[in-house]
């Protein structure tokens, strides 16, 4: 639990440390997050993020590849229920998210099984948020 608060602290730190720069507010591009991991706790990082980059008005796809599919996969719906309502929430905020089908295949995971309103990724849809002019990309 100590644990838990500590991360949640240094997240919000992070987060909030930019949050008046002058910067940050000159500027409305959109953020892509590369998320490859099952780890809860930097899963939780990419998704805290890219919510308060949401907030702040910037368009976020989340592109969930390798074990990220994981995450998104009814199968594994109790190890990632926390992960599962953040992603949920994002998408309802305008989020989009994405899953890679190479991914899915390979760790099993059929379309039907995705968190609903998550996407399965083709190379129109991804490299279409992916080069934007205007964004920038984040791994996890």
């Known amino acids: 639990m100590r644990t838990m608060l500590r991360n949640l602290l240094i997240a919000f730190i992070t987060i909030t440390a930019f949050a008046g720069s002058p910067a940050a507010a000159d500027t409305r591009g959109s953020l892509f997050v590369n998320l490859t991991t099952e780890d809860g706790h930097r899963a939780d990082m990419a998704l805290t993020f890219s919510g308060a980059m949401l907030e702040r008005g910037h368009p976020v796809a989340i592109w969930l590849n390798d074990k990220g599919v994981l995450i998104a996969s009814r199968e594994h719906a109790g190890k990632f229920a926390a992960q599962r309502k953040t992603l949920a929430d994002?998408?309802?905020?305008?989020a989009t998210v994405i899953v890679c089908?190479?991914?899915?295949?390979?760790?099993?995971?059929?379309?039907?099984?995705?968190?609903?309103?998550?996407?399965?990724?083709?190379p129109d849809l991804t490299s279409g948020l992916?080069?934007?002019?205007?964004?920038?990309?984040?791994?996890?």
Not at 90 to 94: H, N, Q, S, V
Not at 116 to 121: H, I, N, S, T
Not at 130 to 140: E, G, P, S, V
């Open 130 to 140: 992916l080069f934007k002019d205007d964004a920038k990309t984040l791994t996890w």
């Open 90 to 94: 994002l998408m309802a905020k305008g």
């Open 101 to 122: 089908p190479l991914c899915m295949k390979y760790y099993g995971i059929r379309e039907s099984d995705l968190i609903e309103g998550a996407r399965v990724g083709n």
